[in-house]
C-alpha cells in the first residue's frame, strides 16, 4: 500500500469520526426533547430499562459489520448513559436552588447576622436544653461575645432510645423566654411534621437534623413555613442528595435555606464523623445557598472545634455551628463534644475575623 492510499483511508476515517460526532450530538438533542415531552405528559421517570432492552435487540439484528454483538452493544450502553447524564445536568440547570437559576448569592437575615453576605456568623449554644438556668448561662456568654443566635435542642433523635430524648415544648419555651431575654435569635432542631407550625411560634430558625434530611414529609412541611431553615447534610448523603432535599423545602415556597455540612460516615473512627471540608465550595458553586459547618458533631471532639472552623472559614464557609455548656461533664447528652466557657473564649478569640 502506497503513502497516498494510506492518507486517503485516513482522511476517510477522520470523516466518518466528525460524522460520527455530528450524529451523537443530533442523538442528545432528541434525548434533551424526549425528557421535555415525557414532563409534559406528567412522565418524570427518565431511565426506562424495558426501552433501553428494545433499542439494544433492534441494534443486534442490524449488526453485520465487523464488531461482534457484545461490543456494539457495549459501545451503545456508553451512548445511552451519557444521555442519562445529559438529562440529569440539563435537570440540574432547573433546580431552583441552582447557581445556574440564580447567579447571585441568597442572603438570609437572621437577627441582624446576615449569612452569605462574605462573613462568618455564629449558631452556638448547648446540644439539649436542660433547664431554664443552664440556657440562660449559654446565652448570656453568647450575648457577650457579640452574637446574636442561640442553638439548643428541644427534641432529641438518638441512636439510642434509652437516651435522654430532650424536653420538647417545654425546651422550645424555655429558649425563646431566654432568647427574649437577651435579645438572640432561637434555633432548634423538629423532628415531626406535625410539630412544624406549633414549633415556628417559638422558633426564629428551624433546624432539620442530619436523620430527617431526606424526610420529605418534614422537608414539605419546612417549605410552607415564612422561616429561616437550617439544612443539614445526612450522614450517608451524597452532595446531589443533599441538593435535592433542599429543593423539596424550596419547591414548597421557602427558599430561605442554610446549608449545613456536618460531617459523613466513613471508615474512620477518631472522630464522630469525617468532615467533608470540600463539600463547602462544591455547594456553594452548585447552588446559590449560603453554606455553614457544624465543627461540634463533625468532629466530636473539643480539641478539634478551633482547627475545624478555621478550615471551614479559610474555605469559604457562611457560618459556624459549634455547641456550649456551662458543664459538658453534667451534660444529658454529647457530654465529650461540647465546649465549656473558657474553652468557648478561646474558640471565639481565635475565630473572630479581624
Partial sequence: MSNQQLDQLREELDQINLEILKLINKRGELVKETAYAKENHGADKKYDPVRERDMLERIKKNNNGPFQDATIIHLFK?????????QEKDHSKE???????????????INGDLFGDGLPHFVCGPCAVESYEQVAQVAEQIKNKGLKIIRGGAFKPRTSPYDFQGLGFEGL????????????????????????EKAAEYLDVIQIGARNMQNFEILKAAGELNKP??????????????????????????????????????????????????????????????????????????DLLIPAAKAAIAIGADGIMAEVHPDPAVALSDAQQQM?????????????IK
Fill in 229 to 302: 431553615i437550617i439544612l443539614k447534610r445526612g450522614m450517608s448523603a451524597t452532595v446531589s442528595d443533599f441538593i435535592n432535599a433542599a429543593e423539596y423545602i424550596n419547591s414548597k415556597g421557602n427558599g430561605q435555606i442554610i446549608l449545613c455540612e456536618r460531617g459523613i460516615r466513613t471508615y474512620e473512627t477518631s472522630t464522630r464523623n469525617t468532615l467533608d471540608i470540600t463539600a463547602v465550595p462544591i455547594l456553594k458553586q452548585e447552588t446559590h445557598l449560603p453554606v455553614m459547618v457544624d465543627v461540634t458533631h463533625s468532629t466530636g471532639r473539643r
Fill in 173 to 196: 419555651e424555655i429558649l425563646k423566654k431566654v432568647a427574649d431575654e437577651y435579645g438572640l435569635a432561637v434555633v432548634s432542631e423538629i423532628v415531626s411534621p406535625a410539630d412544624m
Fill in 78 to 86: 456508553e451512548i445511552f448513559k451519557a444521555g442519562l447524564e445529559l
Fill in 340 to 352: 465549656d466557657f473558657a474553652q468557648f473564649d478561646q474558640f471565639m478569640e481565635q475565630l473572630q
Fill in 95 to 109: 433546580l431552583l436552588v441552582s447557581r445556574k437559576r440564580k447567579q447571585e448569592d441568597t442572603i438570609i437575615n
